[in-house]
């Protein structure tokens, strides 16, 4: 299955068409039937057009060089708002934003203030009346980010 996913990867990069739109990952799942979800990202947000076109021509392609021998079903969906970030182009797409970083020894919440070569750098607050400070993180330091959503 891994070979599966490789070659869907591979795959979508070629044909997403939109340059404001990125592929995050491709997740395999064996069973009964086997399911392939196809997760995209853009830089001003994901349409539901753009996951429908995508998985026709994703769709398309497979049958037409009949590629995959088992049943499937073929889903292709954008990051959603509780998703972890994964990829180079999600953290600087949401420098700005607050975030919640889960590290193996507990939680930060902060600000996403700066991304590069795999550095996250964050501004928050120890404690309640704390002065913000400001954290570089290297992302193998970090089991996820996800963006906070604000309702105010």
């Known amino acids: 299955m891994e070979a599966i996913k490789e070659h869907i990867e591979s795959l979508a990069k070629e044909l997403i068409d939109n340059e404001s739109l990125f592929l995050v990952d491709v997740v395999v799942a064996t069973g009964k039937t086997n399911k392939i979800t196809v997760i995209l990202d853009g830089d001003?947000?994901?349409?539901?057009?753009?996951?429908?076109s995508l998985g026709r021509k994703i769709g398309h392609s497979l049958e037409e060089r009949e590629e995959i021998d088992e049943p499937?079903?073929?889903e292709v969906t954008?990051?959603?708002v509780d998703s972890p970030l994964l990829t180079d182009r999600q953290?600087?797409?949401?420098?700005?934003r607050?975030?919640?970083?889960k590290k193996a020894d507990g939680n930060i919440i902060g600000k996403l203030i700066g991304y590069k070569d795999s550095q996250i750098e964050l501004e928050?607050?120890?404690?309640?009346?704390?002065?913000?400070?400001?954290?570089s993180l290297n992302r193998s330091e970090i089991e996820?980010?996800?963006v906070q959503i604000s309702f105010k």
Do not use: Q, W
């Open 78 to 80: 954008s990051a959603g």
């Open 72 to 74: 499937y079903i073929l």
């Open 144 to 146: 996820s980010v996800v």
């Open 91 to 96: 953290f600087i797409k949401n420098i700005g």
């Open 44 to 52: 001003e947000g994901v349409a539901i057009e753009d996951c429908s």
């Open 124 to 135: 928050y607050r120890p404690g309640k009346k704390s002065p913000v400070t400001k954290m």
């Open 98 to 101: 607050d975030v919640k970083v």
